[in-house]
């Protein structure tokens, strides 16, 4: 069991005829994920609104922002539990046999347009066998190709255009690799949560977008970029690209910082809660 607190403050300044947001910053609620000691603080008198989604458990806020500055916090305790399996055990699962929730992560979406991936999906990993060894062959081709950089990237940028650029951040390896999967029937999706053991050389600590793909037993974790440690992610938002989770969504006149995030991982062998590491280990918080 891994225990994360971790707590994120994003901050606005508000037009004079107020804006509608649409926040997706708690913690997702899941079988292998349990949130306590949550606390949520609103710098206006306002009343907020949330939302669940009923598959993926992602969680949503919608308030009705005052004009001026506004600040919204959220902080929690997060425990996550991790399958972990031998990767050569762990297979590919034939279409046929997927189970029905699933199969929407096989089409294309606005930023991971598999349909135009399939000759270079087939010329590049058509021939490995099939399991969770060629999703990692993906996911370091996908690293080696793209090269991180900040700010070279925006929220129009899809797949093709990081493959042919050559450069991107988290999301843009994220949705690379999902395409590739997706155009070998393999079903993937985005997942955001926070960059927990990045290199402070890239940056203070953000929001991160990973990737998920379903194999035998269940979703696996794959940090597509390769610059934060999967053990140390908290499942945020769960869709078929960025464009299903954006951490804030703003409707209205609106100006926005930088959200200021903090994360600690409670170490406490005692306890049961070491200190989130790498490991070789097929990793899941969805697998049975």
Not at 192 to 206: E, I
């Amino acid at each position: 069991m891994i225990r994360i607190e971790h707590q994120v403050s994003l901050q606005y300044q508000i037009g004079a005829a107020g804006a509608d947001l649409i926040l997706n910053i708690h913690a997702a609620q899941t079988a292998c994920q349990s949130v306590g000691q949550e606390r949520v603080h609103i710098s206006q008198p306002v009343v907020y609104e949330m939302f669940v989604d009923p598959v993926t458990r992602s969680r949503f806020m919608r308030l009705r922002a005052l004009p001026g500055w506004l600040q919204v916090q959220h902080s929690a305790s997060v425990d996550v539990r991790h399958h972990q399996r031998d990767p050569d055990a762990v297979g590919e699962v034939a279409v046929s046999s997927l189970p029905f929730e699933t199969l929407t992560y096989l089409n294309p979406s606005r930023y991971c347009q598999s349909d135009q991936f399939s000759q270079l999906a087939m010329q590049q990993f058509g021939a490995w066998p099939k399991g969770y060894r060629r999703v990692q062959a993906i996911q370091r081709w996908v690293q080696q190709r793209v090269r991180f950089t900040p700010n070279v990237s925006d929220t129009n940028t899809s797949a093709i255009e990081t493959l042919r650029s050559g450069q991107g951040v988290c999301r843009d390896f994220a949705h690379l690799m999902i395409a590739l999967c997706r155009a070998l029937c393999i079903p993937a999706r985005f997942s955001t949560g926070t960059d927990w053991g990045a290199d402070p050389a890239l940056g203070p600590p953000d929001f991160h977008a990973y990737v998920e793909v379903y194999l035998e037993g269940g979703w696996y974790i794959f940090d597509a970029s390769g610059t934060a440690i999967p053990m140390g992610f908290i499942r945020i938002g769960t869709g078929r690209d960025a464009a299903d989770v954006p951490f804030a969504s703003m409707y209205g006149g609106v100006m926005a910082q930088a959200p200021v995030i903090h994360s600690r991982a409670i170490e406490d062998t005692r306890r049961g809660f070491p200190q989130p590491a790498h490991t070789d280990c097929a990793l899941s918080t969805d697998a049975g």
